[in-house]
């Protein structure tokens, strides 16, 4: 008696791509979105929206108490409190979607990507790195948007990421913010390729 074939569902991947502040990770995310038509995956956070910001585009915009639920409950792939507000990734939407087949794409910090990696090691991780330290401190001095000793406290704490994050051996792929197009494109290959 022939055996029928039957299909296995594809699954989908994570990719998360992470990045010390101001390395272009979220223009580079938004170019390879557009591109290859993954789905981005909205991170939640208890700070209130900037001009522009929309509610389910740019973030879930929660507030503390639903956030403290979602931390109880298991319900977040990764979770920080920063400056005072939590930003966290659901993980409802993330499983779904790779349920149903898609490339999902995580753009969070490097602590982010270290917790993803603890529930999810067979993630794809990506990280994106400035040509050299003095060129993140240039791009992010050139952003205007913190007073000088803010911008100091961001820049020391981005160099210790980057260390931790070369050490922590994870990382399936590193790319190099030198060129932004250039950059994209690496991105939108890795993405093919998962």
Do not use: C
């Not at 022939?2 to 101001?22: A, Q």
Request: hydrophobic content about 35%; glycine content about 10%; aromatic content about 6%.
């Amino acid at each position: 008696m022939p055996m029928t074939e039957r299909k296995m569902p594809k699954v989908g991947k994570l990719v998360v791509i992470t990045g010390p502040s101001g390395v272009g990770k979220s223009t580079m995310v938004r170019q390879a979105l557009r591109r290859t038509g993954a789905t981005f995956s909205v991170s939640a956070t208890t700070r209130r929206p900037r001009r522009g910001e929309v509610d389910g585009k740019d973030y879930g915009f929660v507030d503390r108490p639903a956030f403290e639920k979602m931390i109880a409950n298991g319900g977040l792939l990764e979770w920080a409190e920063v400056y005072g507000d939590y930003y966290g990734t659901p993980a409802g939407p993330v499983q779904e979607a790779t349920a149903a087949g898609k490339t999902v794409v995580l753009e969070i910090d490097l602590q982010g990507g270290l917790q993803v990696h603890q529930k999810i090691p067979g993630a794809v991780f990506v990280l994106v790195l400035p040509p050299h330290l003095g060129e993140l401190k240039r791009r992010l001095d050139g952003r205007k948007t913190e007073p000088p000793e803010a911008l100091e406290r961001r820049f020391a704490q981005a160099q210790k990421e980057v260390d931790a994050a070369r050490r922590s051996g994870i990382y399936t792929h590193t790319v190099v913010n030198s060129d932004l197009e250039q950059a994209i494109d690496r991105v939108v290959e890795i993405l093919g390729q998962e």
